[in-house]
Every structure is written in C-alpha cells, then in structure tokens.
C-alpha cells in the first residue's frame, strides 16, 4: 500500500519530469520504473503495481483527475440509472492495457525471488468514489443508493464486481504472482451491511482468480468486520494497524494468512523506534506461520526513508532461517 510514493526523492524526481501522478501511470515503463524503486532502495520481498484502485473506473467511462493537495477525483459523478447504464463493460486488455504492459515490465526487471503483487479496489469503494466523487466521510449518497434503490445499487455493483474480477485475471496473467483486494471504505459499514450488501460482490470479484493465485483482502477500520472478510474465501487477510494480530491469529491464522500491520505513523518516530515496535509486533505474532509482515496501511509522505529501512532491516533479522525470502 503505497510503498512507492510521495515520501522517496527518486519518486519526487520521476514525478516531476513526467508533470504529474496520472502520465506516470499511463506511460508503462514509468510505472515500471516507480514500481521498482522501493524494491532496489530497501530490498523488501515483493513489488506492488504502481498503479491506482481508481484506474479500471476510468476505463468504465468515467473522467479522472488527480489534483496536487486535493487526490483523486470525479468531476461528473453517477447521478442515476442513465449513468450507471452507460458504464462500460470492456476487457481490461482492450480498456487498460498500460496495467500490463506494466506488469511485464516490472516482472522482467525484478529479481528472481522477488514477488509481484497486483490489486484492485473492492466494489463498494469504487461505487463510493464513483457516486460521491471522491473521498466520503459518510458515503451518503451510496448508503441512500443501496437503501433506497436496491436493484439499482445492485446493478451498479454487478457491473464493478464484474470489471474488478477481470482486471486481477488480467494482472495474474500478465505476471502478478498474488492479488489485493482493497476495501479501503467498506469499515464505515456495520456487519448486517457489510453481510448484506458488500460480501456478495466482493466474492463475484474474487471469484476469477479463485485457483489462480493467492487473494488477500483487506479493509480500513474494519477490524469488527474480521470474521465476514474471512468468510469471502480468501487466502489471506491484510490488517490495518488498528487489529490486534495476535488475536487475530488466534482467530483465524489457522485458515487464512495474515499481513500486517505496523502503523504506518509510528514511522514517523526515529529509526530506533521503529525498530522496537516492529520486534514487538514480530513478538506479538510469535512466529506463527502465515504472517506477511508489513505496515497496516500505505506510507506516509512525510515519512523519512530511513525509517522504512529500519523496519525492513528488523524483518531481515527476524526470518525464521530456511523461510521462502
Ligand atoms: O503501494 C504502491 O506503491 C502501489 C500503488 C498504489 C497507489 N494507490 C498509488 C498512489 C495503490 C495500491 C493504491 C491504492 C489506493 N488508491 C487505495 C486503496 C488503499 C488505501 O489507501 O486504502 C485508494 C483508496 C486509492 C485512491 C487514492 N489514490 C487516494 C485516496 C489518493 C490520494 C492519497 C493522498 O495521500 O493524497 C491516491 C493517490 C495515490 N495513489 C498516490 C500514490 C502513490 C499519491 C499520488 C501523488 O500525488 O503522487
């Protein structure tokens, strides 16, 4: 989640020269390039696409930009049917294929042993940025969507768990070697509604790369939610920073691997620090096996590189010898 990002000079560089975070996305060996940098800074284990969850909503049709201070934004959201109607159902090769194109980029100058990770956001966020227009404290005008006009929140939610599941086949047939889902909005929601009307098209989306490669799931704040994103059948399970992991693990780590999840502000501290809390977290886990150690969420721009290379540095130390590194 962000490991790539506004807080590394040599992001900062290629960012200027390309005029902004959309032409870096779409010129492939840009993307490449962006997608490289942390693994040849800090040699961490595994490569996430630079890309956006926002991407694939564009392909359906939908005007994106992308502001200095302000993120990702819609200016003509959804406003009804007739929109929702138009949305385009199109191959991700045909609609999108820069992500590829990426992708095998990436897999040919990454090096043997490393692993490269493709995502894509969960239904309900996406409808979230697509109906609001960008980023929702309270998603008002989905929940009223999803209350109000159930087969038409349905049929919006049809066509995006439809696009998401083709663009993770799409990456793991160009090379990803695991999957993300990211449900970034989804912890806003109680259980009944999470159950009700966020599961069913979370599973349609996973359900094309079921067999293929390894799914994991995640959701903001959704630590209520633990057992549900469980439930979807995924093989693993990212954390954000605010779950327990060892209850967790006592949990769940009998059925699905668990990522996570440093806070991504105890960055923010000295080198020193961040070492400490990541042996106590490597403590808390207490070597079970199936833990993907990582922050519970992306990096923040202020952060100091030198404390990212602090916490890979205590991971190094810490794997159990003979693991897969
Ligand atoms: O981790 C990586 O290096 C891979 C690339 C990646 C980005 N976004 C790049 C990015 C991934 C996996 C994402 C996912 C994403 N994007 C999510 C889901 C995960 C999460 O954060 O909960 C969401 C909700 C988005 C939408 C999005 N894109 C937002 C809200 C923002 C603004 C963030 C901010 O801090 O202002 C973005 C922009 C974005 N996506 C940046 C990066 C590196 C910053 C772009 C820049 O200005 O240079």
Same mark, same amino acid.
């Given at each position: 989640?962000?490991?790539a990002?506004?807080?590394?000079?040599?992001?900062q560089?290629?960012r200027?020269?390309?005029?902004?975070?959309?032409?870096?996305?779409?010129d492939?060996p840009?993307?490449?390039?962006?997608?490289?940098q942390?693994? /040849?800074?800090?040699?961490?284990?595994?490569?996430?696409?630079?890309?956006?969850?926002?991407?694939?909503?564009?392909?359906?049709?939908?005007?994106?930009?992308?502001?200095?201070? #302000?993120?990702?934004?819609?200016p003509?959201?959804?406003?009804?049917?007739?929109d929702?109607?138009?949305?385009?159902?199109?191959?991700p090769?045909e609609?999108?294929?820069?992500?590829?194109?990426?992708?095998?980029?990436v #897999? !040919?100058g990454?090096?043997?042993?490393?692993?490269?990770?493709?995502?894509a956001? !969960?239904?309900f966020?996406?409808?979230?940025?697509?109906?609001?227009?960008?980023?929702?404290?309270s +998603?008002s005008?989905l929940?009223?969507?999803?209350?109000?006009?159930?087969?038409?929140?349905?049929?919006?939610?049809?066509?995006?768990?439809?696009?998401?599941g083709w663009?993770?086949?799409?990456?793991?047939?160009?090379?990803a070697?695991?999957v993300?889902?990211?449900?970034?909005?989804?912890?806003?929601?109680?259980?009944?509604?999470?159950?009700?009307?966020?599961?069913?098209?979370?599973?349609k !989306?996973?359900?094309p =790369?079921?067999?293929?490669?390894?799914?994991?799931?995640?959701?903001?704040?959704?630590? +209520?939610?633990l057992?549900?994103?469980?439930?979807?059948?995924?093989?693993?399970?990212?954390?954000?920073?605010?779950?327990?992991?060892?209850?967790a693990?006592?949990?769940?780590?009998?059925?699905?691997?668990?990522?996570?999840n440093?806070?991504?502000?105890?960055?923010?501290?000295?080198?020193?620090?961040?070492?400490?809390?990541?042996?106590?977290l490597?403590d808390?886990?207490?070597?079970?096996?199936? +833990?993907?150690?990582?922050?519970?969420?992306? =990096?923040?721009?202020e952060?100091?590189?030198?404390?990212?290379?602090?916490? =890979?540095?205590?991971?190094?130390?810490?794997?159990?010898?003979?693991?897969? /590194?």
């Amino acid at each position: 989640m962000r490991q790539a990002g506004r807080y590394l000079p040599e992001y900062q560089a290629v960012r200027k020269r390309a005029g902004g975070f959309l032409p870096m996305i779409d010129d492939p060996p840009t993307a490449a390039e962006i997608t490289l940098q942390p693994v /040849r800074r800090f040699d961490v284990d595994a490569a996430i696409l630079f890309s956006d969850i926002l991407v694939p909503l564009r392909a359906m049709g939908l005007e994106l930009r992308v502001d200095d201070g #302000r993120g990702p934004w819609f200016p003509r959201p959804l406003t009804g049917p007739t929109d929702i109607r138009a949305l385009r159902l199109a191959a991700p090769a045909e609609s999108m294929p820069e992500v590829g194109q990426a992708l095998r980029l990436v #897999r !040919a100058g990454l090096p043997p042993g490393k692993a490269l990770i493709g995502f894509a956001g !969960a239904p309900f966020t996406l409808a979230s940025y697509a109906i609001e227009g960008g980023s929702s404290p309270s +998603h008002s005008k989905l929940r009223r969507l999803m209350y109000r006009e159930p087969a038409l929140y349905a049929e919006l939610m049809d066509k995006l768990a439809t696009v998401v599941g083709w663009h993770l086949q799409y990456q793991v047939e160009c090379g990803a070697d695991a999957v993300v889902l990211f449900d970034t909005w989804a912890g806003a929601l109680t259980r009944e509604d999470y159950l009700q009307h966020v599961v069913p098209w979370s599973r349609k !989306a996973l359900q094309p =790369v079921s067999g293929l490669a390894p799914r994991l799931a995640f959701v903001r704040d959704g630590s +209520h939610l633990l057992d549900d994103v469980v439930s979807l059948g995924v093989e693993g399970v990212a954390l954000d920073w605010r779950t327990d992991i060892a209850d967790a693990f006592a949990r769940h780590g009998g059925r699905v691997a668990l990522q996570g999840n440093l806070d991504p502000a105890a960055l923010l501290a000295s080198p020193e620090e961040v070492a400490r809390r990541t042996r106590a977290l490597l403590d808390a886990v207490g070597g079970r096996p199936g +833990h993907v150690l990582a922050l519970g969420h992306g =990096v923040l721009k202020e952060t100091d590189p030198e404390c990212v290379a602090a916490f =890979v540095q205590c991971a190094k130390e810490r794997a159990p010898a003979g693991t897969a /590194r």
